[in-house]
Nanobody, 122 residues
Framework: QVQLVESGGGSVQAGGSLKLSCVGSKKIFSRCGMGWFRQAPGKERELVST???????TYAEPVTGRFTISQDIAKNAVYLQMNNLRTEDTAVYYC????????????????WGQGTQVTVSS
């Protein structure tokens, strides 16, 4: 079983920056991609950004232009550079890994980190 560990969260003023890191305990052989999700208190978990094994990135509209996802496949790592943070970005951020699941014939989010708190104050 792969374990993902996030780090880099903290408290920052609006307009500031943080970089989140996520490192897997071992290689996911059939990995489809990596991603970042976030969940604010009382809110549903939402997808923030994804990056495929080929390096193609996607971003949720609220973070487009402010956040950048990257990865180091050799290190089983994914990162999220967050710039120009807003109070609305306050949430627990989770990294996740998407793996090919043969019996469903597609990719599915299979591994999750423990979460790291990001708090943005005005």
């Amino acid at each position: 079983q792969v374990q993902l560990v996030e780090s880099g969260g903290g408290s920052v003023q609006a307009g500031g920056s943080l970089k989140l890191s996520c490192v897997g305990s071992k290689k996911i052989f059939s990995r489809c991609g990596m991603g970042w999700f976030r969940q604010a208190p009382g809110k549903e978990r939402e997808l923030v950004s994804t990056i495929s094994a080929d390096g193609l990135a996607t971003y949720a509209e609220p973070v487009t232009g402010r956040f950048t996802i990257s990865q180091d496949i050799a290190k089983n790592a994914v990162y999220l550079q967050m710039n120009n943070l807003r109070t609305e970005d306050t949430a627990v951020y989770y990294c996740a890994a998407e793996e090919w699941v043969g019996y469903i014939g597609g990719c599915s989010w299979q591994y999750w980190g423990q979460g790291t708190q990001v708090t943005v104050s005005s």
